[in-house]
């Protein structure tokens, strides 16, 4: 098996998990995950695709820029420049973009903030924070309709290999070292939203 479709297997597994838990309405959402980095190639789910249907043209494999690596009728996600900044600015291996009820509801609420902050939650623990008075802040960054400008504020909180950044009324953009990992941190995410959203419905 080349790596090429290592990485596609990879990435499809990942892409069932998550319309399992019906992450994907509307054909919202994209994933990534990194092929090589000399030259820096990434696949990206086809933009406009159903999700929930696993077929051959899922994903297509784009440059450092987003561009397609060969000729294709297939286009790239809207979103595929975050992508590409992802793998640019860090050693991330994936990164996965979900829109959800939670997590549209938290970053309007919390948007003037320009963060959601969680402290005492047990599954802030994905993210490597193991301090009692720990505090996962997550930015909140507002949803421009022009890709690049969105890019350009989403790359400002490209820190680390890994880590997670909300699009205001848009969804989460997470990554991580590996398709695991990147997993791992939306599922703690969309779990401490959830709670966050009950949490204040109660009040």
Known sequence: MTKLQ???????????????????MGTSGN???????????FLVTASGKDKYKRTDEDFLLVDAAG?????????????????????????AGCSL???TVANNVLSEHYGRDGKID????????AFGLWDEDAVL??????????????AEDFEEHLTADKGAV????HGITIWGKDAFEAKKLLE????LFQYQLALLQIK
């Open 118 to 125: 969680f402290k005492g939650q047990e599954l802030i623990k």
């Open 31 to 41: 994933l990534a995950i990194k092929v090589s980095d000399a030259p820096l190639q």
């Open 137 to 150: 802040s997550i930015p909140i960054i507002a949803n421009h309709a022009h890709i690049p400008r969105l």
């Open 6 to 24: 290592e990485k596609w297997n990879e990435l499809a597994d990942v892409k069932d998990v998550l319309a399992g838990r019906d992450w994907f």
């Open 67 to 91: 561009e397609p690596v060969e000729a294709t009728h297939l286009k790239p996600s809207a979103e595929t420049l975050l992508h590409s900044a992802i793998y640019n600015k860090t050693g």
């Open 166 to 169: 909300l699009i205001r009324n």
């Open 188 to 191: 703690a995410s969309e779990f």
């Open 97 to 99: 973009h979900v829109h």
